[in-house]
C-alpha cells in the first residue's frame, strides 16, 4: 500500500499562473482533505470531501477550488496564484463512522513557492 | 481560527527524560487527536482519546482528557533522540456544536531530545 501520495513534491509558481495538485489514496477512505501549513502554524483546511463528487469549504478556502471525481483522488487547483499562496500543502484521508472522524493519513507535502 | 492551542511552543530535555506536552481547546468535541510530525515530512497519526475517555496508552504515549477544562496532556516516557519532532494535537468538533468534518490543529510544540 502506498498510502496517501501527491504529486509534485515541489513547485514555484509565478504571480498568476495556475496549477492542480494531485492526492491519491489506496485504502477506500470516503473523506479527504486538503490542508496547509505555514511556518509556525498549524494545519489550516482548505476544501474536504466527504465522498466522490462532493466537496465543501474548510477554514481558508478563498483562491483555491478542488473537485473528487473519482473516490482515490482529490485535485487542489490554484486559478491565479498569489504570493499568500506560498505554503506547504497536505493531502489527508481518513474513514468515518456517523458523526466522528478517526485517524487522518496523511500524504507527504507538496512545497509550493509563488513569486 | 485554531481550536487547540499547545503549550509549551518549544520544549528541549535531555534523552530518558520524559517530556509532557498539553493542549487546550475552546468547543465541545468527539475526539481529540494527536499527531507528530518530524521537519519536513507529513504528519503521523499517534494516538486517538474519545470524549468519554480520561486516559489512554500506547506504548511510551500516555493521553490524558480532561472535558470539563477543555484541555489535554501528551506524556512520552524515556525519551529518544528519534522523538524529536513537533506534535500537534487535533479536535474533531461535536455534532452539536456544528463543527466541519475536518479536524482542527493547534499550532504544535517542537520537542528536542538533546543525545
Known amino acids: 500500500n502506498a498510502g496517501v501520495t501527491q504529486t509534485p513534491k515541489f513547485r514555484v509558481l509565478k504571480t498568476g499562473q495556475s496549477m492542480t495538485l494531485l492526492c491519491a489514496q489506496d485504502m477506500n477512505h470516503e473523506y479527504m482533505y486538503w490542508y496547509r501549513q505555514d511556518p509556525g502554524m498549524g494545519l489550516r483546511l482548505i476544501h474536504y470531501?466527504?465522498?466522490?463528487?462532493?466537496?465543501a469549504k474548510g477554514e481558508v478556502p478563498d483562491g483555491y477550488n478542488v473537485s473528487r471525481l473519482k473516490k482515490q483522488n482529490f485535485l487542489l487547483g490554484l486559478e491565479s496564484a498569489a504570493p499568500s499562496q506560498t505554503s506547504v500543502y497536505f493531502c489527508?484521508?481518513?474513514?468515518?463512522?456517523?458523526?466522528?472522524?478517526?485517524?487522518?493519513?496523511f500524504g507527504p507535502g507538496t512545497r509550493l513557492t509563488v513569486t | 481560527s485554531q481550536q487547540g492551542e499547545e503549550d509549551p511552543q518549544a520544549l528541549s530535555i535531555q534523552e530518558g527524560e520524559n517530556a509532557t506536552m498539553n493542549c487546550s481547546y475552546k468547543?465541545?468535541?468527539?475526539?481529540l487527536q494527536w499527531y507528530r510530525q518530524n521537519s519536513g515530512r507529513g504528519l503521523v497519526h499517534l494516538i486517538l482519546i474519545r470524549s468519554n475517555e480520561r486516559e489512554k496508552h500506547s506504548g511510551r504515549l500516555r493521553v490524558t482528557l480532561d472535558t470539563s477544562k477543555k484541555s489535554s496532556s501528551l506524556l512520552i516516557t524515556a525519551s529518544r533522540a528519534a522523538d524529536t519532532a513537533s506534535y500537534f494535537c487535533?479536535?474533531?468538533?461535536?455534532?452539536?456544536?456544528?463543527?466541519?468534518?475536518?479536524?482542527?490543529f493547534g499550532k504544535g510544540t517542537h520537542l528536542i531530545i538533546q543525545p
Open positions: 470531501s466527504v465522498g466522490e463528487g462532493t466537496t
Open positions: 468547543t465541545s468535541i468527539n475526539n
Open positions: 487535533a479536535t474533531q468538533q461535536g455534532f452539536a456544536g456544528g463543527g466541519a468534518d475536518g479536524l482542527t
Open positions: 489527508a484521508s481518513s474513514t468515518r463512522y456517523r458523526q466522528e472522524t478517526y485517524e487522518q493519513y
